[in-house]
Nanobody
Framework: QVQLVESGGGLVQAGGSLRLSCEAS????????MGWFRQAPGKERAFVAS????????YYAVSVKGRFTVSRDNAKNTVYLQMNSLKPEDTAVYYC????????????????WGQGTQVTVSS
């Protein structure tokens, strides 16, 4: 079992930056690849970024590539999402998730989820 807790969300102006954190606890939490997803009102949960167990491989949605960076510190059991050049369309609840698979871009590939953190970008 893995427990995930996100933090770092908030209100920011367009063009600004935020860094989200996801702290994992539980047995073998570092044995999971991690992902970030987001869900805007009235929309389905969508893939944002993922990172492999050792951090060597990362993947991004087209809409955030070049602006967002995913990283992890396995010594701290924490995954980060650095978000730069934020746009109003980035407004959503952001979730981190853990998967036993090598990595994934689909919601159904992930086994554990955090409670989410709200990110609001004003224009």
């Amino acid at each position: 079992q893995v427990q995930l807790v996100e933090s770092g969300g908030g209100l920011v102006q367009a063009g600004g930056s935020l860094r989200l954190s996801c702290e994992a606890s539980g047995r073998s939490s570092n044995a999971y690849a991690m992902g970030w997803f987001r869900q805007a009102p009235g929309k389905e949960r969508a893939f944002v970024a993922s990172i492999s167990r050792n951090g060597g491989n990362t993947y991004y949605a087209v809409s955030v590539k070049g602006r967002f960076t995913v990283s992890r510190d396995n010594a701290k059991n924490t995954v980060y999402l650095q978000m730069n050049s934020l746009k109003p369309e980035d407004t959503a609840v952001y979730y981190c998730a853990a998967t036993r698979s090598s990595s994934g871009t689909l919601v159904r590939e992930y086994d554990y989820w955090g409670q989410g953190t709200q990110v609001t970008v004003s224009s």
